[in-house]
């Protein structure tokens, strides 16, 4: 099998002929584009890891954690070089008023900050509200060909949304957004419709031709517990995601959820959503599931990607890096992708290089053997 057949057929619960690897910020579409990654310990990674590792490529589907606004009323204003990293400003122009927002990358920290949120009160949150709605411009079926990459072994077709609450939430600071849902619940409910309305609208275009592998979901660790009760989740999260998954699997798209954090409590609702693929499953301390015990719960429904914390790349040595790394294995290989839980944050020096060869080495032995 080739590597986008194995990682689908995973997804699908079909048999494959080893465990599918990924590895987050070690991809390339091409073996030619591998020079471009200026890290070079990175870069030593991802040539050993190209031939098992599939690429995720597509066309932009818009889709932001402002209320989805239209592209064309988001203007990036100015960029400013600190001593601690690069800080962009950016402006959403609405009927009610100009809103600004700032993110920044800091300084040896592959990542991205929210400092200044463009809703910071109710009357932003009404301004950005005002802002008409139209489909993106530049949006567009998401279609192979065109696609600068086009090596089908390799590559696998990939759209990204946010789950609609996040696009609600992600416009303004994480207390005020909990604070509306105790005081107003209704309105965030309205909002979050609103959201669903517009990713529906805008997945109605992208999947037009049914060329998508796989349709990307992230955000819904916003409200599982203990980030909110269980309550919000049903309200916020399960329904909108369910009927995204199930638009995307009318085109023939498998369905991703990204889901940092506290997975135990919901994974039932995220299997029964009919997604095909939860990642990442993070164990005590980062999460609070093992890998092993999703597996068991999961009972083959829904693949499972993980085990492999970044902390511990990053942080470990090498016998507790090996453990983690044997550990995903446990509990069987059938819909499992071997994974780490994030991609590096920082430049990697040689404690990363060796701890991501020796989970490249447990991969090599185990994989084959499990599937």
Same mark, same amino acid.
């Given at each position: 099998?080739?590597?986008?057949?194995?990682?689908? *057929?995973?997804?699908?619960?079909?048999?494959?002929?080893?465990?599918?690897?990924?590895?987050?910020?070690?991809?390339?579409?091409?073996?030619?584009?591998?020079?471009?990654?200026?890290?070079?310990?990175?870069?030593?990674?991802?040539?050993?890891?190209?031939?098992?590792?599939?690429?995720?490529?597509?066309?932009?589907?818009?889709?932001?954690?402002?209320?989805?606004?239209?592209?064309?009323?988001?203007?990036?204003?100015?960029?400013?070089?600190?001593?601690?990293?690069?800080?962009?400003?950016?402006?959403?122009?609405?009927?009610?008023?100009?809103?600004?927002?700032?993110? *920044?990358?800091?300084?040896?920290?592959?990542?991205?900050?929210?400092?200044?949120?463009?809703?910071?009160?109710?009357?932003?949150?009404? *301004?950005?509200?005002?802002?008409?709605?139209?489909?993106?411009?530049?949006?567009?079926?998401?279609?192979?060909?065109?696609?600068?990459?086009?090596?089908?072994?390799?590559?696998?077709?990939?759209?990204?949304?946010?789950?609609?609450?996040?696009?609600?939430?992600?416009?303004?600071?994480?207390?005020?957004?909990?604070?509306?849902?105790?005081?107003?619940?209704?309105?965030?409910?309205?909002?979050?419709?609103?959201?669903?309305?517009?990713?529906?609208?805008?997945?109605?275009?992208?999947?037009?031709?049914?060329?998508?592998?796989?349709?990307?979901?992230?955000?819904?660790?916003?409200?599982?517990?203990?980030?909110?009760?269980?309550?919000?989740?049903?309200?916020?999260?399960?329904?909108?995601?369910?009927?995204?998954?199930?638009?995307?699997?009318?085109?023939?798209?498998?369905?991703?959820?990204?889901?940092?954090?506290?997975?135990?409590?919901?994974?039932?609702?995220?299997?029964?959503?009919?997604?095909?693929?939860?990642?990442?499953?993070?164990?005590?301390?980062?999460?609070?599931?093992?890998?092993?015990?999703?597996?068991?719960?999961?009972?083959?429904?829904? *693949?499972?990607?993980?085990?492999?914390?970044?902390?511990?790349?990053?942080?470990?040595?090498?016998?507790?890096?090996?453990?983690?790394?044997?550990?995903?294995?446990?509990?069987?290989?059938?819909?499992?992708?071997?994974?780490?839980?994030?991609?590096?944050?920082?430049?990697?020096?040689?404690?990363?290089?060796?701890?991501?060869?020796?989970?490249?080495?447990?991969?090599?032995?185990?994989?084959?053997?499990?599937?």
């Amino acid at each position: 099998m080739n590597v986008r057949e194995r990682y689908l *057929a995973a997804l699908r619960g079909e048999p494959v002929d080893r465990v599918p690897l990924r590895l987050e910020g070690f991809t390339a579409p091409a073996r030619s584009e591998l020079a471009k990654i200026d890290d070079p310990v990175r870069r030593e990674i991802a040539e050993r890891a190209f031939d098992h590792v599939p690429a995720f490529i597509g066309r932009d589907t818009f889709v932001n954690r402002h209320l989805v606004t239209p592209p064309r009323f988001i203007r990036k204003v100015r960029e400013e070089d600190r001593s601690d990293g690069v800080y962009t400003t950016t402006e959403i122009t609405t009927p009610k008023g100009t809103l600004t927002y700032v993110d *920044a990358v800091k300084t040896g920290v592959l990542t991205n900050w929210n400092v200044k949120y463009p809703v910071n009160s109710r009357e932003d949150l009404d *301004a950005l509200c005002s802002i008409p709605w139209e489909l993106p411009h530049g949006l567009g079926p998401a279609r192979r060909v065109g696609i600068e990459w086009e090596t089908v072994a390799h590559n696998v077709h990939q759209i990204h949304v946010s789950t609609p609450m996040v696009c609600v939430a992600g416009a303004m600071p994480f207390q005020m957004f909990l604070e509306l849902c105790a005081s107003d619940l209704p309105l965030v409910e309205e909002l979050t419709a609103l959201c669903e309305e517009r990713i529906m609208r805008i997945l109605d275009v992208a999947l037009e031709g049914d060329e998508v592998d796989q349709v990307w979901i992230g955000g819904s660790e916003w409200l599982t517990p203990p980030m909110a009760s269980p309550k919000l989740y049903d309200l916020l999260v399960f329904p909108q995601e369910t009927r995204i998954i199930e638009r995307a699997h009318r085109s023939g798209a498998v369905v991703q959820v990204h889901c940092h954090g506290n997975v135990a409590g919901v994974l039932d609702r995220i299997i029964e959503s009919g997604a095909n693929f939860l990642e990442p499953m993070e164990p005590p301390p980062d999460g609070d599931i093992t890998f092993a015990d999703a597996k068991r719960r999961a009972a083959g429904r829904i *693949a499972l990607g993980g085990n492999v914390e970044a902390r511990v790349l990053e942080h470990g040595d090498t016998p507790e890096v090996e453990r983690a790394s044997r550990a995903a294995f446990e509990g069987g290989g059938h819909r499992m992708v071997f994974k780490t839980t994030a991609g590096p944050i920082m430049r990697m020096d040689e404690r990363a290089r060796k701890n991501y060869h020796t989970m490249l080495d447990v991969w090599e032995e185990l994989s084959p053997e499990v599937a």
